[in-house]
């Protein structure tokens, strides 16, 4: 019990302290930015989550093939219906305009996914490329 209320206020703590940008921007490298995505798909703001996308999912996501309701539905299954506790990324290999992140999501109720994404540097902010499944 103890550990799960350390765990929470962890949680909220970190997102007290990210920066507070507009909806979109995010300062700081692409861990911050893959961290921002997160915590906005856990707290449901869909619009400020898709904002931090680059162009080509966009393209996907805005194709009318590719309902609203299916972006949806991944983010409850991405995030567990809303109980991610933390990200805690395993390696990252920066350039100047592209990263790649490897990463475990950690969920409230113990258990974890491991995901990968590439992000790509647009007018000095980073923008997140497809999420993938990591083994």
Same mark, same amino acid.
Request: hydrophobic share 45%; proline share 4%.
């Given at each position: 019990m103890r550990r799960l209320v350390l765990t929470r206020l962890?949680?909220?703590?970190?997102?007290?302290?990210l920066p507070h940008c507009a909806p979109g921007e995010v300062e700081g490298g692409p861990e911050d930015t893959v961290r921002t995505f997160y915590r906005h798909l856990n707290e449901e703001s869909y619009d400020d989550a898709k904002r931090l996308y680059d162009d080509a999912v966009l393209q996907v996501l805005d194709d009318? $093939? *590719?309902?609203?309701?299916?972006?949806? %539905?991944?983010?409850?299954?991405?995030?567990?219906?809303?109980?991610?506790?933390?990200?805690?990324?395993?390696?990252?290999?920066?350039? $100047? *305009?592209?990263?790649?992140?490897?990463? %475990?999501?950690l969920y409230d109720d113990g258990t974890r996914e491991r995901r990968s994404v590439t992000l790509t540097r647009h007018d000095d902010r980073w923008k997140l490329g497809f999420i993938n499944k990591a083994r």
């Open positions: 962890a949680v909220v703590l970190s997102v007290a302290l009318p $093939e *590719s309902p609203e309701e299916g972006f949806r %539905a991944w983010v409850q299954q991405e995030t567990k219906n809303g109980i991610v506790s933390k990200l805690d990324i395993s390696k990252a290999t920066v350039e $100047e *305009s592209a990263a790649t992140l490897e990463y %475990a999501i």
